[in-house]
């Protein structure tokens, strides 16, 4: 089949495919790092209760960067598979950080009513 009969579908395809598997290297990269974050968060005290979500990041990551790869190589059935991995990883990253901003908010509210309430009792002396 020539290029002119080439359906735009099939090259549209075979181009998701290809930036699929160009950012396959840096997904690996950034899944093996999380990993070992995790690893090394099991040496904290908040850290033995938290070190799974860093690993388990970290495995969707490094298995859509495995995705992305045989995409790449002309699996375009993997494609679909890669695309519900980096879905779950943003939706995971996406909670997280809600739940980071909302407890920063907490410990600031907490931190200013403290100042406050001390700052309050040092000037009634």
């Not at 009969?5 to 950012?23: D, I, V």
């Not at 990253?93 to 309050?120: D, E, K, R, W």
């Amino acid at each position: 089949m020539n290029d002119v009969e080439r359906n735009p579908s099939e090259e549209l395809l075979k181009q998701l495919c290809y930036r699929a598997g160009a950012s396959a290297g840096w997904m690996k990269f950034l899944g093996v790092l999380s990993i070992v974050q995790g690893v090394f968060l099991v040496f904290t005290l908040w850290g033995i209760l938290l070190c799974w979500l860093p690993i388990w990041v970290g495995l969707i990551l490094y298995r859509a960067a495995g995705d992305a790869d045989m995409a790449s190589k002309g699996g375009p059935q993997s494609l679909d598979s890669f695309l519900q991995r980096i879905n779950r990883y943003f939706l995971i990253q996406g909670v997280l950080t809600l739940i980071g901003i909302i407890v920063a908010i907490i410990v600031v509210m907490v931190v200013g009513m403290a100042v406050f309430m001390h700052l309050g009792s040092y000037l009634q002396r």
